[in-house]
């Protein structure tokens, strides 16, 4: 069997859930295994019978798992693990699910791959994984030796897809927990207090570095958010580290992974610990005054110049389509 | 209050890479090392705690004989003592055996707050602080962007897609931090040459086994074909359509 251990929000599965379930699918098919779910929440059960591809689905749930409850979670993936006796486990290698799986190889005394890109399996046994290195720059081959094997899958390796076929069987799985295992909790959820559409969500990014110049630079690029709409302002480790922008804007290996259709990039030289961030966008446009930069071996679309010309045109131009 | 802090010794390979001709290791040739960023964060934050509540703050690596300089860039800025666990072959120890060498080394050392990054930057196992907590049997929270100590607790936040979230837990505990904690300071130049002189508690540890064996690395395919659409802000008619084209207008 096959363990995928998912994760829910607002009662729903996470994107990063789907694709952890269709690439245990598709090793299931490999090591001629089925798959089982875990689900752990508050809620959950309403989530199982619509499931689809895999054979069993096993939730734990709880009122009091409203939020993450790290030591509570792990204890029941780790009972799961006990219980069946899976020799794959997978998890989405989010934050949330590598945080969850290490407490759980902890507990287990296993080794974890996380974020896992590829799969090799001979001869129907899973020999080997790929993993991201330096936040997705490099990729290491990896061997694991003990067992289960437990993984953890990267964020936007494969594609989720849909399956068919029949609803699967629910299972309820209960573990004693003690007080011990909510030592660790949330306490308080404080909202964002930032306006707009997030990062991660936007169709278009739109991302400033060192040619920028100052904070107020970007307020340009906050301007040509606006127009295009469906849009958010990243930027680079120099934006966020001489204070132009909060570091929640950063984007790269330290900051946050987008994936939109289209990333603008603005005086960015293309260094590949800010590409590992953007390199799931559709398409990367480019400007840049340099024609040597980095970022034009790694982009879609190419326009060389300065950006402060460039940006207030292109923004002129917006609007004057906008009038008519 | 004690504070420990863990960090590791990396290349610091500035925008791209080499590997090594058997593809097993980044290339460190006329490459300098440096602490990964988040742990750098680690180190700002332990300073501060021990400026703000008093007490004393160590530094630990795991690593060469050679990580000592970062262990010194640390004592630099503020941290007052320091731990090398040295081990030669480090770049092929797993995060299991990593955890367990520190785990030992700390339990009698009886620290109030362990601060770790919350992944390395080479090779991102993101577990080394989790299993060490585990290890001891304390609290741990991971990914933190905030921390504040009130007497024997400690409230952490976490940055999530849709805000923060705020934990409570008691000391001691583990964290492990993230760019963006704080802003790390640049060592003094006082700080640089009077921390030549604070000893260094060495340690030779040997590698248990192993659960994780690298068997190669290599570089991601890049696939994308570039089109230069102008020069200048002539270009944007050109920049417009592609935009209209994508859907993105
Ligand atoms: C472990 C590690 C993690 C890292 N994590 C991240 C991360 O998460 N995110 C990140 O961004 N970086 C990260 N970095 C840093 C990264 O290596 C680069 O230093 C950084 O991305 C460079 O930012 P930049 O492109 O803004 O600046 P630069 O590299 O200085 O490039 C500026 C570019 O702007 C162009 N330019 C200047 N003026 C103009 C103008 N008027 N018009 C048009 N173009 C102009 C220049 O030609 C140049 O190409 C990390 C580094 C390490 C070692």
Known sequence: ?324 | MKVLVCVKRVPDTGGGFKLTADGMRVDTTNVGFAISPHEECAVEEAIRIIEKHGGSSTVLTLGPPAAQEQLREAIAKGITGAILLEAEDYESWDPAATAQAIAETVKPLGFDILLFGNESADTCNYQVGLRVAHLLDLPCVTGIKALEIQDNRAIAKREVKEGWEVYEVALPAVFTVKEGINTPRHPSLRGIMSAKKVPIEQKRVTKPSTQLVRKALKKPQEGRQLEILGQGPEAVPKIVEKLRELGAI
């Open chain 1, 1 to 324: 069997m096959i363990l995928a251990i998912l994760e829910t929000a607002k009662n729903a599965l996470s994107e990063a859930s789907l694709e952890t379930v269709t690439a245990a699918r598709d090793l299931a098919q490999k090591t001629n295994d089925s798959v089982a779910a875990l689900l752990i929440g508050k809620g959950v059960r309403a989530l199982a019978a619509s499931l689809r591809g895999v054979s069993a689905v096993l939730i734990a749930d709880d009122e009091r798992f409203e939020s993450y409850v790290p030591e509570a979670f792990a204890k029941i993936a780790a009972a799961a693990i006990t219980q069946k006796s899976p020799k794959i486990v997978l998890a989405p290698g989010t934050e949330t699910g590598n945080d969850l799986m290490a407490r759980v190889g902890a507990r287990l005394n296993l080794g974890l791959a996380t974020n896992c890109t590829e799969f090799f399996v001979e001869n129907g046994a899973l020999k080997r994984v790929t993993r991201s290195n330096w936040g997705g720059s490099l990729l290491e081959e990896v061997e694991i030796l003990s067992s289960p094997i437990v993984l953890t899958l990267a964020p936007h390796a494969i594609a989720a897809q849909s399956a068919n076929g029949a609803a699967p069987s629910v299972e309820t799985l209960s573990v004693a927990l003690s007080e011990k295992e909510f030592r660790v909790r949330v306490r308080e959820l404080i909202p964002s207090e930032k306006k707009g559409i997030s990062l991660t969500d936007a169709k278009v990014v739109i991302g400033g570095g060192r040619g920028m110049g100052s904070a107020e630079a970007f307020q340009m690029l906050e301007e040509l958010a606006a127009l295009i709409g469906n849009a958010a302002v990243g930027a680079t480790r120099v934006a966020t580290n001489n204070n132009w922008r909060p570091h929640s804007d950063q984007i790269g290996q330290t900051g946050a992974q987008i994936a939109p259709d289209l990333y603008i990039a603005c005086g960015i030289s293309g260094a590949i610990q800010h590409m590992v961030g953007c390199k799931n966008s559709k398409k990367i446009l480019a400007i840049n005054k340099d024609a040597e930069a980095p970022i034009f071996q790694r982009a879609d679309y190419g326009v060389i110049g300065d950006l402060h010309q460039i940006v207030p045109a292109l923004i002129a131009e917006l609007k004057r389509l906008k009038g008519a």
